[in-house]
Structure formats: C-alpha cells, structure tokens
C-alpha cells in the first residue's frame, strides 16, 4: 500500500487520474477550523480555499452557464478524514 501525503496546495483542475480524484475525496478542508463545502482548490501557506459558490437554497450558484467560484481566507487545514 502506498502511503500518501496531503500536499500544502491542490487544485481539481490539477487531479489527472481517477486515483488522484479518489484520494481528493478522502480530505477534509477546513478554514478556521470549519469544515468547507464544494472545494474547488485550497492553499496552507498562502491560508486560501477557493470554492464552488452556493445558494440560500444549497445548491450550486450559477453566474450565466459557470459555476459562480469564491475565493475565502483563513487559518486552512487539511487531514484526512476519518473512516468509521
């Protein structure tokens, strides 16, 4: 078994393989410590998490066909999250 390491950045856009969208789905970002929603990339070191906009409703913002994306700062960390 490969043990893999949570790096300090990532980006969907970046995940080339079905195994680096299933290991994606294994963290837990949080930003002063709590838990986000719809991460589209995050930062450690620069403390940035870029996310898919929602609505009051939940669901997925839209701005024309795109997905509305907003940009939020803090104290972010990543682990991976725990397995019942």
Request: aromatic share 4%.
């Amino acid at each position: 078994m490969v043990e893999r390491v949570i790096p300090s950045r990532l980006s969907i856009d970046d995940l080339l393989t079905k195994e680096d969208l299933a290991f994606s789905s294994c963290l837990v970002v949080r930003l002063d410590g709590v838990e986000q929603q719809q991460v589209v990339a995050y930062d450690i070191e620069a403390g940035t998490v870029l996310r898919n906009k929602l609505a009051l409703n939940g669901n997925v913002f839209k701005e024309g066909d795109e997905i509305a994306r907003e940009t939020v700062t803090g104290v972010v960390t990543v682990e991976f999250e725990e397995v019942a």
